[in-house]
């Protein structure tokens, strides 16, 4: 028996709960398998808690349109799908937490392609790790992790580009162009993301106002809000709530 079959015989017999129950090992560690269509295989305790749940049951089978707000969700969507299509990984690329809505945590997260026998792609593999600037994380970890904690805390205020630059100990065009290389979007984008996904949980989870939930999550006004929404979301404020209280 040659080593690949040898390898291919071994992991035939194993139970991948053991995996994971490795995982767990690590509480900071959410890990993951998914299939070609986005839906979860495998998942260990850190990443139930990321989806909200108690126990890997409740995940399995399903996606991350299940537990993420919709941008969110498609976000992971659009990466997973690029990993698999292109078969390259995407490797500790830093952003935020999947925790709650407006989460100023940062996690590095990884994924590669999973491979059948023929070497045909059938899905995803990934962890994400939480980011501790205490230890020894990353340049860009630690350069960001203070302008992500305060685009979460401020987010009802109009975004100084010079103001989070400073934090970041840059230029305005070196954090410009840094900020969007390592989180994909530039600082504007990534501030209108928190302010939908708390906006989205305000319009789920409370009763006030399309408008006042507008004012407080930072938006000019109820017109202005309702355009970043549907364009981000594919419906409008009101729908979006009757489809979360129906």
């Keep these: 028996m040659n080593n690949t079959s040898l390898v291919r015989s071994f992991f035939s017999q194993v139970d991948i709960s053991d995996f994971l129950d490795l995982f767990n090992l690590q509480p900071e560690v959410s890990f993951f398998v998914k299939d070609l269509r986005g839906r979860f295989l495998a998942i260990n305790q850190r990443g139930c808690e990321y989806c909200g749940v108690l126990d890997r049951s409740e995940v399995i089978g399903r996606t991350d349109f299940d537990f993420f707000p919709t941008q969110r969700a498609e976000s992971y969507r659009q990466d997973d799908g690029e990993v698999m299509r292109t078969g390259e990984p995407i490797i500790n690329r830093l952003e935020s937490a999947p925790e709650m809505a407006g989460s100023p945590r940062l996690v590095m997260t990884s994924k590669i392609p999973i491979r059948n026998v023929e ?6 593999a990934g962890f994400s790790r939480q980011v501790d600037t205490k230890r020894g994380e990353s340049k860009d ?9 305060y685009l979460h805390s401020n987010y009802q205020q109009k975004l100084n580009t010079s103001e989070l630059a400073a934090r970041a100990k840059l230029s305005v065009s070196q954090f410009d162009r840094q900020f969007r290389r390592v989180f994909g979007v530039s600082a504007r984008q990534y501030l209108s993301r928190v302010r939908l996904e708390v906006a989205c949980r305000e319009l789920a989870q409370t009763d006030e106002t399309v408008a006042t939930i507008a004012i407080r999550c930072g938006f000019f006004d109820h017109a202005h809000f309702s355009r970043c929404f549907r364009k981000q979301m594919k419906v409008s404020p009101s729908d979006y709530r009757r489809s979360k209280k129906s």
């Design 141 to 149: 970890a630690k350069r960001f992790a203070n302008v992500v904690e």
């Design 119 to 124: 070497g045909v792609v059938v899905g995803i």
